[in-house]
């Protein structure tokens, strides 16, 4: 998108990737600041109306916000800028919820008749990210080869077909509330004098020697060190994935030995698609 096409400097600035401060640091940050709120709400949206659901409303907002982000942007650079840097905060809204609610989904609808959810499966539902990371490198990589198009038209077409993959997504959970049980939730609560005591096997073979508040603070941190453990991971694995992921294609370019001036350039742009194709793809044994 940032091209001379798409110029709020003179041109030859824009020519070499360069725009106005504010292009560079919102389209950035946005979505960050969207994911963070998707992350926080969809999860506790999924536990009130079900993870289906939560998770065809997540889906719908990535399907819209790349979507009219491809067709709505017109006019002046500054509104073209504006318009996407919008629908990028959105679109973090969407990418952040899908976290909690396809980690669940994947394991728990792959539990046991005894309840013990299928940790396998959630694996392979984030397996698929890398995929979907080279993804939009490869559509680009394929429309810079045709001369035809201008680089107006290939960021479009980039931003729109992202929306397919999502698309697909929610009709294929729209069919499974069809055809499908209802949701299932594979770790019981029991409410008794307004303590909430998780009913697992660690919790069972302390319950015979401890009070009932002893129970409960027992339980609630025995989840408490795990929920901090995750959340740690999730935390580094944060700072590190979704900034690479984003800035892989700045990074690449900036140390690279690439001729080409021209940031928008057919050149240029296989140049950095494949190389980022190769640096993305190693995630896929990791």
Known sequence: VMSEEECTLDQLSCRHGEQLPWVHSLSSAVIFIGAILGQLSMGYIGDLIGKNQALIITLVIVTLSAFLSAIIPTNNATTVYSTIITFRFFLGIGLGGIFPLTATKSSEDNGDSYGLINPVRAAW????????????????????????????????????????????????????????????????????????????????????????????????????????????????????GFGVSLSGGEIIDAISSSNHDNISSPNRIQFVSSRQLIAASMGIPG
């Open 125 to 240: 539902a984030f397996f698929w990210q890398m995929p979907g990371t080279m993804a939009p490198w490869l559509v680009g990589y394929i429309l810079s080869c045709d001369g035809n198009l201008s680089v107006s038209y290939q960021w479009r077409l980039i931003l729109g077909v992202g929306a397919i993959p999502p698309l697909l997504s929610v009709i294929g959970l729209i069919i499974e509330n069809y055809v499908h049980l209802p949701d299932i939730s594979y770790i019981s609560y029991h409410n008794k004098d307004d303590h909430i005591l998780l009913s697992n096997s660690v919790y069972d073979s302390h319950s015979s020697t401890k009070t009932q508040y002893e129970e409960s603070t027992f339980s609630y941190w025995t989840i408490a060190k795990y929920l901090i453990s995750t959340g740690g991971a999730w935390m580094l694995f944060d700072f590190i």
